[in-house]
T-cell receptor, first 110, second 110 residues
Framework: DTEVTQTPKHLVMGMTNKKSLKCEQHMGHRAMYWYKQKAKKPPELMFVYSYEKLSINESVPSRFSPECPNSSLLNLHLHALQPEDSALYLC?????????FGPGTRLTVT | RKEVEQDPGPFNVPEGATVAFNCTYSNSASQSFFWYRQDCRKEPKLLMSVYSSGNEDGRFTAQLNRASQYISLLIRDSKLSDSATYLCAVNVDSSYKLIFGSGTRLLVRP
């Protein structure tokens, strides 16, 4: 089973709102990732957690705040986003280097 | 020069055709290579890992050419359901970071 789940599927938020994206996997994978994907572009890595510790932050603005409460869960807290942050936000997990993606959250910032 | 490059296509082929995509990478230290398939408005799904000796999975064959720094994906007997964007991904230095190409769009027509 290579299932990664994400909630919500769709999210519309204003620039002053605070919201959170959630990701869950029960495959025992020790690395979890957040990616951002704009239309007709490849996924861009945002953050990597390895063994529940932040190991990579790709210079992401502080309005995006990741959190890894335990080895199965990954959150992305959103605050004061801009319209250009509208995108598909993908979570992934891996045991080794093969990464498996969740279905994503389609975010619209108004 | 981009780290990972793909011909964006689209490749428009009839059912039953054989089609091949290439993906070039610039970092000779790259260690792991993957092909993902992404349908419109869906998440990338891992199609194949690419091994040094090449590997085959049904109608799909992946090969690695380290000397020329490219990987390839061959699809035989194309089906309508193969229509999608094919993303190559490269992992450098066994880190958790995957670098994606911009994707090649395939359209299989009846």
């Amino acid at each position: 089973d290579t299932e990664v789940t994400q909630t919500p599927k769709h999210l519309v938020m204003g620039m002053t709102n605070k919201k959170s994206l959630k990701c869950e996997q029960h495959m025992g994978h020790r690395a979890m990732y957040w990616y951002k994907q704009k239309a007709k572009k490849p996924p861009e890595l945002m953050f990597v957690y390895s063994y529940e510790k932040l190991s990579i932050n790709e210079s992401v603005p502080s309005r995006f705040s990741p959190e890894c409460p335990n080895s199965s869960l990954l959150n992305l807290h959103l605050h004061a986003l801009q319209p250009e942050d509208s995108a598909l936000y993908l979570c992934a997990s891996s045991r080794g280097v093969e990464q498996y993606f969740g279905p994503g959250t389609r975010l619209t910032v108004t | 020069r981009k780290e990972v490059e793909q011909d964006p296509g689209p490749f428009n082929v009839p059912e039953g055709a054989t089609v091949a995509f290439n993906c070039t990478y610039s970092n000779s230290a790259s260690q792991s290579f993957f092909w993902y398939r992404q349908d419109c408005r869906k998440e990338p799904k891992l199609l194949m890992s690419v091994y040094s000796s090449g590997n085959e999975d049904g109608r799909f064959t992946a090969q690695l050419n380290r000397a020329s720094q490219y990987i390839s994906l061959l699809i035989r007997d194309s089906k309508l359901s193969d229509s999608a964007t094919y993303l190559c991904a490269v992992n450098v230095d066994s880190s958790y970071k995957l670098i994606f190409g911009s994707g090649t769009r395939l359209l299989v027509r009846p």
